[in-house]
């Protein structure tokens, strides 16, 4: 069992930067790949960037890359989102979520967290 916890999220203006945090208990954290999902209101969840349990592997979504960065450290069993050059369409709840592989679907994913906001004014 991992239960994950979302912070870092808030309001912020266009072309700034956020990092989210996801802190994840349980034993079984560096066994698992970890990915970070968004949901805007009136919106499907959607994928924003992965991580392998290694840190070796990434994946990201086109609508982030270059700007969005996903990083792990497995010994404070934390994964991060640093977000620069953020856009009001970043606005959403973020979420992350752990996998037995850096996948981009969904429903891959087993565990997940509640969920931060993240809200970038223009």
């Known amino acids: 069992q991992v239960q994950l916890v979302e912070s870092g999220g808030g309001l912020v203006q266009a072309g700034d930067s956020l990092r989210l945090s996801c802190s994840a208990s349980?034993?079984?954290?560096?066994?698992?790949?970890m990915g970070w999902f968004r949901q805007a209101p009136g919106k499907e969840r959607e994928f924003v960037a992965a991580i392998s349990w290694s840190g070796h592997n990434t994946v990201y979504a086109d609508s982030v890359k270059g700007r969005f960065t996903i990083s792990r450290d497995n010994a404070k069993n934390t994964v991060y989102l640093r977000m620069n050059s953020l856009k009001p369409e970043d606005t959403a709840v973020y979420y992350c979520?752990?996998?037995?592989?850096?996948?981009?679907?969904?429903?891959?994913?087993?565990?997940w967290g509640q969920g931060t906001q993240v809200t970038v004014s223009s």
């Open positions: 349980g034993r079984t954290f560096s066994r698992n790949a």
């Open positions: 979520a752990a996998s037995s592989l850096p996948t981009t679907t969904s429903s891959s994913y087993y565990y």
